[in-house]
């Protein structure tokens, strides 16, 4: 059973920066693609960050690039995103998410698994 839990959120002003890291469980962490996704109060949810199996390849939505580093230490099974020059805007419920299918270099987004999200929020 794959579990994936998402830890480092918290309130901070704009300008400022956090970390979240997800911790994942129950199969082979560095056989899949993962991804960061973010959820806003009352908007739908939306990709934000991605990284391949390897971790050779990164993708970003654009409201992000350049703010943000998405990165995974397989021997940790862990996955982060680092984010800075945070803005009110990025405040929303951030959600890991792992690919279901393994040698992916993006995730496919209807076919994940989710963790439980943790909130972000960003005061002006």
């Known amino acids: 059973q794959v579990q994936l839990i998402e830890s480092g959120g918290g309130l901070v002003q704009a300008g400022g920066s956090l970390r979240l890291s997800c911790a994942a469980s129950?199969?082979?962490?560095?056989?899949?693609?993962m991804a960061w996704f973010r959820q806003a109060s009352g908007k739908e949810r939306e990709f934000v960050a991605g990284?391949?199996?390897?971790?050779?390849?990164?993708y970003y939505a654009d409201s992000v690039k350049g703010r943000f580093t998405i990165s995974r230490d397989n021997a940790k099974n862990t996955l982060y995103v680092q984010m800075n020059s945070l803005k009110p805007e990025d405040t929303a419920v951030y959600y890991c998410?792992?690919?279901?299918?393994?040698?992916?270099?993006?995730?496919?987004?209807?076919?994940?698994?989710w963790g439980q999200g943790t909130q972000v929020t960003v005061s002006s």
């Open positions: 990284i391949s199996w390897r971790g050779r390849n990164t």
């Open positions: 998410a792992a690919d279901r299918t393994p040698y992916r270099s993006v995730v496919a987004s209807s076919s994940l698994y």
């Open positions: 129950g199969r082979t962490f560095s056989d899949y693609a």
